[in-house]
Structure formats: C-alpha cells, structure tokens
C-alpha cells in the first residue's frame, strides 16, 4: 500500500520524517500519530518511534516538541538556535525547548487495547505520568485545571487565525537575523506570514533568555493562551492514563482529580453559550479569542460537550455552507478556519486548507455523538483527497490540490486509521 511506501520512505530507522525535506527531525505529536501508522504493518518499530521520542524528554517531564537526533538540515530554527543547555532541566540530546499537543499517551492506549503490549505500556508509563504531571503543574494557572501553551507551535496549529491579535499586540525587539527554512520546499504563499514568523522567533528569544523555567516563563511570555485543541487532547490523555494505570494496577488519585477539574471548568473557560462555539481564552489580555476555526469541533474527540452543545456545533456551524459545509465553491470538509472568517484562504497553512488530522479527530468526535452520515462524508472526503493529490500536509478544499509537504507521514499514517474506518478506543 501507498501510505506504507510513504512511512518507508521517510523512516530513518531511529524515528520518522515528518515529511522528506520540509521536515527533517522528530516532531512530536507527528512521532505520535506515525506509531499509529506502522502498528498497521511493523508494531516493533512503531514502539522504537516512541521511545526515540522519549528519549528526549527533559529532566523535569516535558516532552519536546522536535527531537533533532542527528544529521543536520537545512531547517530552521536548528538546534543550536534553541540554547536548551541554559536550562539545566535539558536532556542530553538536542531539543526544542516548547511543547506540543499531547496525543501520545492516546496513541499508546490505542496500541495497547489493539495489540496486547502490557511489558511496554509498563516501561512507558512513567514517563507519560511525568509529562502530563509536568503539563498539568509548569503550566497551569488560575486554579482551573485547564492548562496554557506558551508559543503557537505548541498548539500544533502555527498561523491560525486564533492567534493573530495575541500575536500582533507583541513588538519584536533587536531580533536576530535568520532565514527562514519553511519556504525553501514549500510555496511561500502556504506558509505563515513574515510578520508571524518573526514573532515565533522572537518568543524563542525571550525563552531561552529565560533559560526555559517554567515560572519566568509565566512571567515573561508575551503569548499565555489556554487553547481548546491542547486541552481537549490532554482531557483524552488524562482518560487513556486512568485506564492503563488501572491495569497495570498504578495509583489513580492524581489523575483523577485532573480530569475532575478539567472537566469541572472546560465548558466554563471555553463554551460561548451566545455563537454556541468554542474560545480559546487569552490568558495575558483575559478575554475570549473570538475566531471561529475548525478547533471548535474537536472536543466532540474527548467527549466534553453535552448533548446540547454537540448539536448546536453540528447544525448552526458544521453544517452551515456560510461556515464549514461544502457550498459551490468549497468541494470539501473540513475547512480549517470558517470561510466567515475575514483571514480565510484556501491554501494558506491554518488559514483554511483542510488537514487530515482535523477530519480524523472530528470525525470520531461526530461517530462518538451519532452523527454517523456526516461523520461518514468527512471519512470519505479525507479518503478522496489522499486518493487525489497524494499524502500532502494540508489540501485546498475547493479542488482538493495538494499544499505543503509532500509524501507527509502522518496523512499516510492515518489513511490506514480512516480506511478501517475504526475509531480509538474511548
Ligand atoms: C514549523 O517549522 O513550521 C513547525 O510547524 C514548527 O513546529
């Protein structure tokens, strides 16, 4: 099979490319969804992608967003750029000094219940308890049990247009030269704007000069966001923790009053009952980022919604053709970013293109509510898209045309999760 080649292809024996040339080290929740992949075909490699990834946890539990374990590339920022070794919390091999969204633990509960790996999930589990303590202690704030990211790559979702006030209120200052990586393989035009991309370098700058500690950071980061993608996942993480602690008869407690106040305060910090979507909520400026994008629908994923909620997002917003639906000039779901919203574009990275990962959490999110049929056209649009343009990174939803990376490993890993068509274990 095709997605098969693909995972071949950009395996580097220790771990997987992201893509061939845009992407060149270990990323992590990319790591994360490329283990789902090759269980399909090799479950050993797919556990030796995890603890590659592992590997480069920080001594005090945070799991880095890029691992670079090796050869060096044209990417920028390379690992000399990030300066980990001024906190003395680094791990011996070149990191990231930022997080992403935590979608491992959920990958390993996954693999676990598929194939029956109670000696790994043993070896493992202490490393997920750390990182998600880690989460749920370096990075929370106001009593809620929700938890904040501190840069845009941690939200996985770089340029949308969430982020565009937060980061316009931030002034760069004396930032160093660089030259960017990102659009030497990929048309600048579906990539972030220069203006973002110097103020994701610039909050690089202020954390290492800050040496990384989680509390400087708390004070100094212009960028303080409770995001609901990163918390929804971690919520899922928190679930898929309780329930391979509890075979592998471990303490509960501590992760059971995470989920308890996780959910005690999401629908409280998140839920706008007026427009019946979901915020993010801006922690430096204490208001609610009123941008209505695709992120909206993925606590459908975790179960977070009720009833009530679940149905308004489906009908005033998923299948409205002013905002998500196909309609004459859009063929396909799922557009990244409401093509209401003033910074839509169709191929521009999170500004609209459509992500398989979006339409594979959205639609268990749908399968989980019972919209079965609507959740069945997003199974079969990702499908189509893949069968049309190839594993690209993010598809144009007018005509499907491929955009970013090619031969991208995580659309191929979850080409073999969509065409089974089985939903992750809840
Ligand atoms: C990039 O380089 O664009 C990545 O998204 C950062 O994680």
Not at 276 to 294: C, F, K, M
Request: charged share 20%; proline share 7%; glycine share 6%.
């Amino acid at each position: 099979m095709q997605a098969e080649q693909v995972l071949r292809q950009n395996d580097v024996g220790q771990f997987t490319k992201p893509g061939p040339r845009q992407y060149p080290h270990q990323w992590n929740w990319d790591s994360a969804l490329i283990a789902l992949g090759l269980s399909h075909f090799d479950l050993e490699r797919a556990l030796i992608e995890i603890r590659s990834l592992l590997s480069a946890q920080w001594q005090d539990g945070m799991l880095p967003h890029i691992v670079y374990h090796d050869a060096p590339s044209d990417y920028f920022p390379d690992p000399g750029f990030w300066q980990i070794e001024s906190s003395p919390n680094a791990p011996p091999i070149p990191t990231s000094g930022i997080t992403q969204p935590p979608l491992l633990t959920t990958v390993i509960r996954c693999l676990h219940a598929r194939h029956s790996i109670p000696d790994f999930v043993r070896e493992v589990y202490p490393a997920l308890l750390r990182w998600q303590r880690w989460l749920h202690t370096a990075r929370a704030a106001n009593g809620s049990g929700l938890v904040y990211i501190i840069h845009p790559w941690e939200s996985g979702t770089d340029d949308s247009p969430r982020w565009s006030q937060t980061l316009a209120s931030i002034s760069p200052q004396n930032l160093t030269d660089f030259r960017r990586g990102d659009i030497r393989h990929v048309p600048a035009a579906e990539r972030p704007y220069q203006d973002d991309y110097e103020r994701f370098i610039y909050l690089i700058e202020i954390f290492r000069q800050q040496g990384y500690q989680p509390q400087a950071l708390r004070v100094h980061s212009p960028f303080l966001v409770q995001d609901v993608l990163f918390n929804t996942l971690l919520y899922r993480a928190d679930q898929d923790l309780l329930a391979l602690a509890r075979q592998l008869g471990e303490p509960t407690i501590e992760i059971e009053e995470w989920l308890e106040r996780l959910r005690a305060n999401f629908n409280a910090y998140f839920w706008d009952e007026a427009r019946g979507l979901y915020n993010d909520y801006d922690l430096r400026a204490q208001r609610r980022i009123e941008v209505n994008t695709a992120i909206t629908f993925v606590p459908l994923f975790a179960g977070l919604p009720n009833e009530a909620q679940a149905r308004r997002l489906v009908v005033e917003h998923l299948e409205n053709p002013a905002e998500y639906a196909p309609d004459r000039d859009i063929r396909y779901y799922l557009t990244s970013t409401s093509k209401a919203e003033p910074a839509w574009e169709a191929r521009r990275y999170w500004r609209g293109p459509v992500w398989i990962i979006l339409n594979w959490l959205v639609w268990q999110g749908l399968r989980r509510y019972g919209f079965d049929h609507l959740a069945e056209t997003l199974r079969q649009d990702s499908l189509e898209l893949i069968t049309r343009s190839g594993f690209r990174e993010y598809y144009d939803p007018r005509d499907g045309s491929g955009c970013g990376s090619v031969a991208f490993s995580w659309s191929a890993a979850l080409a073999f999760e969509l065409e089974s068509g089985t939903v992750m274990p809840d």
